[in-house]
């Protein structure tokens, strides 16, 4: 074998070296990028729950005065079947719907309502008044912030204050 052959043989293992750390780099980026969009996709839906009760709420704002909407949300609850209901009634159903959603969706999930009613009286000939009061949506859920399993998981917090 002749020298050329040989300083060939030792640039083509070096340059094979490099390209295997450069693959391992990728293959490292690639997982850190699954991680993300599984943890943005978690936070989506953490949006996407808490925008579907701000608009259950709207919809009934005499639950919401009434205080129907403030506590724990508890998923696996038996569902309140569908019929003309009251206020609270519907303000139930609503929770118990959005906490079984919210139980599918993230990991660990602990959903709170808090609503805090400024005192507005009614205006004659038109019935309850508007809600003029702020609630907070709270959500907790367990993300995994690395790939590597050991690390565990910490929990991730989605709160949003708002006028319904």
């Excluded at 690639?30 to 729950?49: D, E, M, P, W, Y």
């Excluded at 159903?93 to 990991?107: G, H, K, S, T, V």
């Excluded at 004659?124 to 949506?137: D, K, L, R, S, W």
Aim: hydrophobic share 45%.
């Amino acid at each position: 074998m002749n020298r050329q052959a040989a300083f060939t043989l030792i640039e083509v293992m070096v340059a094979l070296l490099v390209f295997t750390v450069g693959m391992l780099g990728v293959a490292g980026m690639l997982g850190v990028t699954v991680k993300n969009h599984q943890n943005t996709h978690q936070r989506a839906h953490a949006s996407r729950i808490a925008e579907a009760i701000a608009e259950r709420m709207r919809a009934n704002p005499v639950g919401v005065a009434g205080g129907a909407y403030n506590g724990v949300l508890q998923a696996g609850q038996p569902p309140i079947p569908t019929c003309p209901c009251d206020a609270q009634a519907t303000a139930q159903r609503d929770l118990r719907q959005i906490a079984d959603l919210a139980e599918q969706w993230l990991p660990q999930v602990q959903t709170s309502i808090e609503c805090d009613a400024a005192a507005v009286a009614a205006v004659p000939g038109v019935g309850a008044a508007p809600f003029q009061g702020q609630c907070e949506i709270r959500m907790q859920w367990a993300e995994q912030r690395d790939i590597d399993a050991v690390a565990g998981n910490s929990a991730q917090t989605f709160a949003w204050a708002l006028q319904p």
